[in-house]
């Protein structure tokens, strides 16, 4: 193995895994793990007993392990929070050493991939997970799906070894791709995400995690599923996330709260910063989606979704 591990900046990967490491997660998410396979990787969050959510992840299932993206600045209070509930399961939960990258569909990128990793199946449709042997024909340890966003965002994971030399092979002398354009990408596919600063602020609905199926209500319990399903079945959503442009040069940050007049009526989710102009994704009350709500004082212009329409 190399010593150096590859990852993508600000993104942490919880591995999950023993024999009981399937009906383990499937009592704590929002989605359903059985959807989840080798051909499929599948967004889940993961709330606290009020149904607000402390994290967001993207799952991929290798073999028997279950491999948890979320931000680096709750991976570790995650890892500890879910270790809590593990019990006498099977099941082991550590940080995982594993290297990982992404690449854009339709640029140089992704003809270099397909040429290192010649003959071999790539995948076509979104969340869609493809698994390559590697050079020594042992399987399991090389994975690519096909994320949401313009052209495609392909997200590879492997050993450190085999990621080191597709890198070198792929990028060669260009930066790889880094956490300000993950965040930009995530941003362009309406894909939230959960931070420090925001955990337990919103429910899952609010941030649409029901329209990027995120979430499964035919599922059995799981912590805070209660309030989600009420929500889903009771009642219309009153809150909910949308893109939005800031023109400013003033230091924005995750959480930060969006006004109405002198009402509050949203907060931050993710922003991506170009020159003077930020794009985001803002959580916000239906009702003040067509309003003149500022930020910092400043006009934000909101893009309604179109499954919000």
């Given at each position: 193995m190399s010593e150096q591990q590859i990852k993508i900046p600000g993104l942490d990967v919880i591995l999950v895994?023993?024999?009981?490491?399937?009906?383990?997660?499937?009592?704590?998410?929002?989605?359903?793990?059985?959807?989840?396979?080798k051909d499929r990787a599948i967004y889940a969050g993961y709330c606290n007993p009020k149904g607000r959510l402390?994290?967001?992840?993207?799952?991929?299932?290798?073999?028997?392990?279950?491999f948890l993206f979320c931000p680096s600045s709750i991976s570790d209070e995650i890892r500890k929070k879910l270790s809590m509930f593990i019990l006498r399961s099977q099941v082991t939960i550590e940080k995982s050493e594993c290297s990982y990258f992404y690449f854009y569909g339709n640029t140089h990128d992704e003809e270099a991939f397909k040429n290192i990793r010649e003959d071999a199946p790539f995948p076509t449709k979104l969340i869609e997970t493809v698994q390559h042997p590697n050079e020594q024909n042992t399987t399991g340890l090389l994975s690519i799906t096909k994320l949401p966003g313009e052209n495609g965002r392909f997200l590879v994971l492997g050993e450190d070894e085999t990621i080191e030399m597709i890198c070198r092979e792929v990028f060669q002398n260009d930066e790889i791709p880094n956490e300000i354009s993950w965040n930009a990408s995530d941003i362009e596919a309406k894909i939230p995400n959960i931070f420090s600063e925001t955990q337990g602020k919103f429910i899952p609905q609010s941030l649409n995690l029901d329209l990027i199926d995120a979430i499964n209500f035919k599922k059995g319990c799981y912590t805070g599923q209660e309030i989600v399903a009420r929500t889903?079945?009771?009642?219309?959503v009153k809150r909910r996330m949308y893109q939005a442009n800031l023109e400013s040069d003033e230091v924005i940050k995750y959480g930060e709260e969006i006004y109405l007049n002198n009402e509050i009526v949203g907060h931050i989710v993710n922003f991506s910063k170009s020159n003077s102009a930020y794009k985001l994704l803002?959580?916000?009350?239906?009702?003040?989606?067509?309003?003149?709500?500022?930020?910092?004082?400043?006009p934000l212009k909101i893009f309604k979704h179109d499954n919000l329409a």
């Open positions: 895994k023993g024999g009981d490491a399937a009906a383990f997660l499937q009592g704590q998410i929002t989605n359903d793990i059985n959807l989840l396979d402390i994290a967001l992840f993207l799952i991929i299932k290798v073999e028997d392990n279950y889903h079945y009771l009642g219309k803002v959580e916000l009350k239906v009702e003040a989606d067509n309003k003149p709500i500022t930020l910092k004082n400043k």
